[in-house]
């Protein structure tokens, strides 16, 4: 007879950036400001964008441009960056026209410095440790102050982890954190990042098939042959890797468990799951028939459990999961966890390793891939379920309440009744006609062919010239926003402007296939013209010269935007050199066709957001999980 116990078992999640207790960001119709867990508002002030409280302050702002308010919704650091970053011990990481800086929580700057980029050196650390990169991409360490620890020295610097740092991705070896050459440059051609002591390692000069692992040290603990590895990392000092059987009882592919020295200390024919709190899951040889709801049936293997040194500690589990504490084995099932004697046991805030599954108390959250994205489903009961495109598993439940952001963009929070609270005004997407409002810098794709190109749908060939441009007498570029038009931006339309780009001179102006040539500006609140939109791939050709001969013109499109700063914008085309090339003999002769020029359009009224200046479309994460939290933006890869 199973004893029904409910014992409270607490799981501490591994989070580095926990936001302060007791005060939550929510959204209304009026802006961004601050209530308790009860729905109490806290502070009075609402504004137009905000982020989270951090060491007791949270970047905020009011006019696009970011400062940073404290407990009270007070400005104590005056809205000046583009971006702002949380404060992690008394540091904060900011971007002020276009460059990274950090400041203290006086709002001051901490060093004046000539670096392109700056980032936390530690590997899931916000320890107050740096790597700077150089205008011409060299990397060293700084400290909080700015002094040298490391000279920038080294391409492509990794974050160190375990006190080591890949350089170039492992071709310029390992150093550790006084600069000092663990693994000599080119010895490897590639080496992972470090865990538990071991870091995995390929060579050029090794059959394909064959991987290694390096200690701390720089030494090669053993090489090995493989057919392909689960993961490139050691957890809980233990490998998984899928190798030929050679035992000859098998052709297949067999899967086992490697210790740190590489001894074999388990093997199976079928899939074996990482390590995670010395247990594994991995597939039996038995398998067991489920049936559908409709009557339909299928087998799967049986699912058993195995310790570090390959004992079994069970066997065919029902489970979604398990986890080991205290030489106990717990098993999680879609409502409720029980341990081996079949008590019922209350766990909260607990993040299932294996599959981005997520369990609190009674509410258990399945995860889904979907393509590139998860998706994670909450069963509530046979008929009813809620989907969300992203859930708080880092932090889990803070009094009561899980940070949730729905399929539909909606933001706010889940009670732990499951019911949906706080959340964000819900976005109107049948409205067609409003204005693009994003953080990020976009790369658009206009197309512009020859007038003899037959008009059809994304040729755009150019037009012969209409009365409303023969009074022009010099190349000119027109943004015409008297009227507006809809352009697409992924599956949604936004407002646009009509461009013009005209030549009635005698002379026949080029577009040149993969460069960019459009460049739609606005002014920056120092007054200095920043691009925030740039046309990459303007033509659909391969690398040809586009014409537009006199008297002709191309019409596009450019984006009418909106956000917290009023400003001014503009379009900058930029008509580069056009040469030919000539063989004459055995030299490359060159003949100059036209020089290059530039062009801007008139100026018109603007209202944009001051972060597309510096944030590119390519580097912001795919889902804004919280505002002023961009990590990968943060780690913006050395690139322009």
């Not at 409910?6 to 209530?35: H, K, M, P, V």
């Not at 052709?251 to 594994?280: E, M, Q, T």
């Not at 009557?295 to 058993?304: F, P």
């Not at 972060?611 to 479309?617: A, E, G, L, P, S």
């Amino acid at each position: 007879m199973r004893v029904f116990l409910i014992i409270s078992f607490f799981l501490i999640l591994n989070n580095l950036t926990a936001q302060d207790e007791g005060i939550f960001l929510f959204e209304s119709s009026q802006g961004y400001s601050y209530i308790n867990n009860e729905g109490e508002q806290l502070i009075d002030n609402y504004f137009y964008r905000a982020g989270r409280f951090f060491e007791g302050k949270a970047a905020a702002s009011t006019n696009g441009y970011v400062g940073y308010i404290d407990m009270t919704g007070e400005l104590t650091i005056p809205s000046i960056y583009e971006y702002a970053l949380p404060f992690y011990n008394g540091i904060a990481k900011v971007w002020k026209d276009g460059k990274p800086y950090l400041i203290n929580k006086d709002g001051q700057i901490i060093f004046e410095h000539n670096y392109r980029y700056i980032d936390y050196a530690i590997y899931d650390s916000f320890e107050p440790i740096f790597i700077v990169t150089t205008q011409n991409y060299k990397s060293g360490v700084i400290n909080a102050n700015g002094s040298l620890i490391i000279d920038t020295i080294f391409y492509n610097l990794s974050q160190f982890s375990e006190g080591l740092s890949i350089i170039d991705n492992g071709r310029g070896g390992v150093i550790n954190l006084q600069g000092e050459q663990i693994v000599p440059m080119n010895l490897y051609n590639s080496i992972s990042r470090y865990s538990c002591g071991r870091a995995l390692v390929k060579s050029d000069k090794w059959d394909h098939f064959y991987i290694g692992f390096i200690n701390q040290e720089g030494n090669l603990v053993y090489k090995m042959r493989y057919s392909h590895s689960i993961s490139d990392l050691y957890k809980d000092d233990r490998f998984i890797a899928i190798v030929d059987d050679t035992t000859g009882t098998s052709s297949n592919k067999i899967s086992v468990v490697l210790d740190l020295d590489g001894n074999i200390v388990y093997s199976s024919l079928f899939r074996i799951f990482d390590f995670h709190n010395s247990i594994a899951m991995i597939y039996g040889i038995q398998t067991k028939e489920y049936e559908y709801g409709d009557g339909r049936k299928y087998t799967t293997r049986k699912v058993d459990v195995i310790n570090k040194f390959g004992d079994i500690l069970a066997e065919d589990i029902s489970a979604r999961s398990t986890f080991l504490r205290n030489d106990t084995l717990f098993y999680i099932y879609r409502n409720h966890v029980e341990d081996s004697y079949g008590n019922k046991i209350e766990i909260t805030n607990y993040k299932v390793p294996y599959n981005n599954d997520f369990f609190h108390k009674n509410l258990y959250f399945s995860a889904y891939e979907r393509g590139y994205s998860t998706e994670w489903v909450l069963f509530l009961n046979s008929n009813t379920k809620l989907t969300f495109s992203f859930i708080d598993r880092d932090e889990g439940f803070k009094d009561g309440l899980l940070y949730i952001i729905l399929e539909n963009g909606q933001w706010g929070y889940l009670n732990e009744n499951a019911d949906l609270v706080f959340l964000s005004p819900k976005k109107d997407y049948s409205v067609k006609h409003r204005k693009l409002n994003i953080d990020y810098s976009i790369t658009q794709s206009n197309v512009f062919n020859n007038s003899e190109v037959e008009e059809m749908p994304n040729t755009n060939p150019a037009k012969p010239m209409h009365d409303d441009f023969k009074s022009f007498t010099e190349p000119k570029v027109i943004l015409d926003n008297s009227n507006t038009y809809l352009k697409s931006l992924g599956r949604e339309f936004f407002e646009a402007y009509k461009l013009y780009i005209i030549n009635p001179s005698h002379d026949t102006l080029r577009f040149s296939d993969g460069r960019e040539q459009i460049f739609v500006q606005a002014k920056d609140k120092s007054g200095n013209w920043r691009t925030i939109e740039t046309d990459g791939s303007l033509f659909r050709h391969g690398f040809n010269t586009h014409k537009l001969k006199p008297n002709e013109y191309w019409e596009t499109f450019v984006f009418a935007y909106d956000g917290g700063f009023k400003t001014k914008m503009r379009v900058l085309v930029k008509f580069p050199t056009i040469n030919n090339f000539n063989f004459v003999g055995n030299k490359i002769e060159t003949i100059k066709i036209s020089e290059g020029f530039e062009i801007t359009s008139n100026t018109i009224d603007c209202k944009i957001n001051p972060v597309q200046f510096i944030r590119k479309q390519s580097t912001k994460s795919k889902i804004n999980k919280y505002l002023f939290e961009d990590y990968n933006f943060d780690r913006i890869m050395y690139f322009d």
